[in-house]
């Protein structure tokens, strides 16, 4: 499984639940994908569910539109393979609170060529250029189906 490179690494094992804001912020000034560490190119995309959809503002960082398509498979969260998030440790509270539990009924990836920002560290939110178009999970399912079943 790929590993995001903005997640805060314990001993060796990611903590899917927890960005580390130095490395995002480190992302951010060098332009690099949220996902895979690489530069981004114009098109870029983000993943969020159907809240995020309607507002344009995201939790989570630009992507390479194939990372975040990836990441409807390869993510425990986005690909809905584990119901909750594993254990929230109790002193990360303040990042999570704003954090669903469950996956949301449907991911998508907001295409678009640019970004603002709003807020800084852990209360960090993106907002999204508009929408060159839109692509839903579903849609990524139907097209990935010989995969994904
Ligand atoms: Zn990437």
Known sequence: MPVPSTLVVEDGAPDFTTPDVDKVEDHLRRGLCHLCGEKLRAEIGFVGGV????????????????CGRYSFFACPFVSGRKEAYRYIRPDRVISHQQATPHRPEHMGLWVTDGFSTLGAR?????????????EWDCEIHHRFATIHD
């Not at 809240?51 to 194939?66: A, C, I, K, Q, W």
Request: charged share 20%; proline share 3%; aromatic share 6%.
């Open 122 to 134: 852990e209360r960090l939110q993106f907002i999204a250029h508009a929408a060159l178009r839109v």
């Open 51 to 66: 809240v995020s959809m309607n507002t344009g503002m995201f939790r989570d960082g630009p992507v390479h539109l194939e």
